[in-house]
């Protein structure tokens, strides 16, 4: 199966603080990305998502980049809080199927 | 919003056996289903991709001799891990979206399946 990176880095942020997670994509085709909060043994949840024709996004606390020359996405969440602790993950929409990027373990300090 | 259920939550098979897992759309006609698998740690992985009344399209490196995937229903779909060994173990999940869906908010995950192979 396809995915972008099989090791999980984490991120460590105090409370308070702003956290930027960062992802590469592989596709310079696909033209629909979308970031996910994965919590310990439950399915991926939806968090916020960006067509290839934006740049930038932003919803309640959360700001999606998308650079599309570099391929790179990023998730900038403000004023970080102990329930944003989880696993997030970018994934890519392309060829009709979505693939998941890289993950980024996010341990929020109180 | 949209649910979508996977059954069973958590299997313990023995080496050799079969299991089947069910992923269900609860409220809306799923045209395409993913199957995916997760190792702790890991990222999910795509197995197989499966829409409704036609076979599924795996991905390079997926057996599909041993991971048979179903379709059958617009509500249904099943992965049978056919003779299951330890190597097996994981975590699998499926995600379902609805005909003509491209957003990422319409894609719905199920809560995922842990089998454990002893």
């Known amino acids: 199966g396809e995915s972008v990176g099989l090791h999980l880095p984490t991120l460590s942020v105090q409370e308070g603080d702003n956290s930027i997670i960062n992802c590469a994509y592989s596709?310079?085709?696909?033209?629909?990305f979308i970031w996910y909060k994965q919590e310990s043994g439950k399915g991926p949840q939806f968090i916020i998502d960006?067509?290839?024709?934006?740049d930038k996004r932003q919803g309640q606390r959360v700001t999606v980049l998308l650079n599309k020359t570099v391929k790179h996405l990023s998730l900038q969440i403000a004023a970080t809080q102990p329930g944003d602790s989880a696993v997030y993950f970018c994934?890519?929409?392309?060829?009709?199927?979505?693939?998941f990027g890289q993950g980024t373990e996010l341990s929020v300090k109180p | 919003g949209a649910v979508v259920s996977q059954h069973p939550s958590w299997v313990i098979c023995k080496s050799g056996t079969s299991v089947k897992i069910e992923c269900r759309s609860l409220?809306?006609?799923?045209?395409?289903m993913f199957w995916y698998r997760q190792f702790p740690k890991q990222s999910l992985m795509l197995m197989a991709t499966?829409?409704?009344?036609?076979?599924?399209?795996?991905e390079q490196g997926v057996e599909k001799d041993k991971f048979l995937i179903n379709h059958a229903s617009l509500t249904l779909s099943t992965l049978t891990v056919t003779s299951a060994h330890p190597e097996d173990s994981s975590f699998y999940i499926c995600?379902?979206?609805?005909?003509?869906?491209?957003?990422?908010?319409?894609?719905?995950f199920g809560e995922g399946s842990w089998l454990t192979v002893v």
């Open positions: 596709n310079s085709a696909s033209d629909y």
């Open positions: 499966s829409n409704e009344g036609s076979k599924a399209t795996y």
């Open positions: 995600s379902a979206r609805s005909k003509g869906q491209v957003a990422g908010n319409t894609i719905y």
């Open positions: 994934a890519e929409n392309g060829r009709g199927k979505l693939i």
């Open positions: 960006i067509r290839s024709n934006m």
């Open positions: 409220d809306f006609q799923a045209t395409t």
